[in-house]
């Protein structure tokens, strides 16, 4: 118990490796799965129940765990371990809305909480495999992030609109030059607005100073526009 939640372990964890690619399958079965039964889900509602406060138990449990993960062991930091991140904040917005289905929040969720996290679950930065908390964690928190955005807007009745999409595009710049100003004082690096992650990422590619930043703002728009495009193809074939 102490190797599987301390802070090392003697099993490295390798991108593409089976463990790995185990994930990522279970991640898109389940993802598809949603899609596929949302008309199956309005009309079966203890399943739908079911389904809810089993991705909020999810991400709380994810959420207070890494807290407990990193106090236990000595390693919290205000610059490494609020969740500030855009995974981090979609995982607090998932919580809440999950219990309150707020129309606004479920909307916003829907761009900020699918592609971020499953870029995440692509290139992963965690040190250990299946053998440590922190693997669990992880993947388990990061695939639960885009489960709860997509089963949100597919049991809900909000329609998404290109001024949605937009709306939320601004409140994440908003947000981000909060952070942008918020990071120095902390030492800390959440969005990535001070370098790209130590894994290889997308975020690799996009230059540095101020390229760097241009280069987020257009490529968080196109994945928002993307996102969109996605919602009215689902739309058009009765999946959202």
Request: proline residues 5%.
């Amino acid at each position: 118990m102490k190797n599987w939640f301390g802070t090392g372990s003697r099993y490295p964890f390798e991108i593409m490796g089976v463990s790995h690619i185990t994930m990522l399958f279970i991640f898109t079965l389940v993802l598809f799965s949603i899609a596929l039964a949302s008309n199956w889900l309005h009309t079966h509602e203890r399943f739908r129940q079911i389904m809810r406060y089993s991705l909020l138990v999810l991400l709380l449990l994810s959420e207070i765990s890494y807290q407990l993960w990193a106090y236990v062991n000595g390693v919290w930091s205000l610059g490494g371990h609020v969740p500030l991140h855009l995974c981090g904040v979609a995982s607090l917005i998932g919580i809440y809305t999950l219990i309150t289905y707020q129309p606004t929040l479920i909307k916003i969720n829907f761009f900020i909480g699918i592609l971020p996290a499953l870029i995440a679950l692509i290139t992963p930065d965690v040190p250990f495999d299946f053998h440590h908390y922190r693997f669990w964690k992880f993947f388990l928190h990061h695939m639960a992030i885009p489960w709860a955005s997509l089963f949100l807007v597919v049991t809900s009745s909000v329609r998404i609109t290109w001024k949605d999409m937009t709306n939320s595009y601004l409140l994440l710049v908003g947000y981000a030059l909060i952070i942008g100003f918020l990071n120095p004082l902390m030492g800390a690096n959440y969005l990535y607005l001070e370098h790209p992650p130590t894994v290889f990422t997308p975020l690799s590619l996009m230059g540095e100073g101020m390229i760097y930043y241009l280069n987020l703002a257009a490529t968080a728009f196109l994945a928002f526009a993307f996102m969109y495009g996605f919602y009215k193809l689902g739309s058009r074939i009765k999946l959202l």
